[in-house]
């Protein structure tokens, strides 16, 4: 079966392919791997993101977005080619009809990058869907309704909160802290507290395992490696969750400060909606431990993890691509 239409969640940390019929058929990171001399692409994708960190002088491994946007729009154009043709299997007889998921909170000038490179990497039409809007989509919310739903998606590069009625947004905010952010966050914390330096990877590593959004208590813990600061040697620690709750206090107090300001901007119809049914928080640092609890406490609204909330943003975006017509109006097209 050759895809006509693909839907693509474009994300800073990872990719996300979706066809309809098959589901989600690539899930990889956002890593492109190029020979400095002549910018030729060596690896995307999974083998890019074992280069980082370990390259020769000769070589860079580099994320071509930054904070959901495109910073290079060259190699995002070559990213973007690299997924479509592999998800179309390579067999190119016509052009596919690309849907692609954005920050809601991206200028014009940033929409029409995504969309030329998605022409240029080989689509017939390109479609903008936000992004709060297909993770409200894909998490089951009937946006469609005349009633209020608010959404969190946080992401790598960005978190967006919105409350969406009537199939568009009523009140939104885009602030660009996610997953990276905290990454980085728990890096810095290792620095100064213990005096080790860690690479990025181990530091997503320590958040996924022993991470949470409040004190557990419970406490878990885990061994990791790095190097001295003073000495410069590697040297191995204990850290604990803890470790990663005070690490992050600062990131997450940003994204419960955003979604504050989203409740005061909602209208108080939708607000009481809201109350009502709670909020749904997806993308992949909602798996933070107690996160949901930690919104909840700190709003007085309900908050609830999506199932699977890594997938939810491609899955509302397959979904409105199945069924264009009647997501017209949460839809921008752009031939």
């Known amino acids: 079966m050759i895809a006509k239409r693909i839907g693509i969640d474009l994300g800073t940390t990872n990719t996300l392919v979706h066809l309809p019929g098959r589901g989600i058929v ?98 017939k039409a390109a479609y903008i869907i936000k992004e709060p809007v297909a993770a409200a989509i894909g998490a089951n919310i009937p946006i469609g309704s005349a009633s209020g739903h608010m959404i969190i998606d946080v992401g790598g590069g960005t978190s967006e909160i919105a409350v969406i009625s009537l199939g568009g947004i009523v009140a939104n905010t885009s602030v660009r802290i996610g997953g990276n952010k905290l990454d980085a966050a728990v890096q810095e914390f290792i620095r100064k507290k213990y005096g080790m330096a860690i690479g990025e990877r181990t530091a997503e590593e320590m958040k996924i395992s022993v991470g949470s959004s409040r004190p557990l208590e419970e406490k878990l813990s885990m061994d990791i490696r790095g190097r001295d600061v003073v000495s410069g040697l590697p040297k191995t620690i204990s850290v604990t969750s803890d470790d990663v709750t005070e690490a992050i206090q600062d990131e997450l107090a940003g994204i419960v400060q955003a979604v504050k300001l989203v409740l005061q901007e909602t209208p108080p119809e939708l607000a009481a909606d809201v109350i009502d049914k709670g909020m749904v928080i997806s993308g992949g640092s909602a798996q933070l431990r107690e996160f949901d609890r930690l919104l909840s406490e700190a709003t007085g609204v309900p908050a609830y993890v999506a199932d699977d909330p890594m997938l939810c943003v491609v899955r509302g975006t397959g979904i409105a691509l199945d069924n264009l017509e009647s997501y017209k109006r949460s839809i921008l097209a752009a031939k």
Do not use: Q
């Open 26 to 123: 690539i899930n990889e990171p956002s890593v492109v791997a190029l020979a400095l001399a002549d910018r030729k692409i060596l690896a995307v994708g999974i083998e890019a993101k074992e280069m980082l960190g370990r390259t020769p002088d000769s070589i860079v491994a580099l994320r071509p977005l930054k904070d959901g946007v495109i910073a290079d729009y060259r190699t995002t154009e070559a990213m973007l080619r690299y997924f479509i043709n592999k998800a179309t299997g390579g067999i190119r007889i016509f052009r596919p009809e690309v849907m692609i998921a954005v920050p809601a909170g991206i200028t014009s000038t940033e929409r029409r990058a995504v969309i030329d490179a998605t022409i240029a990497a080989g689509a």
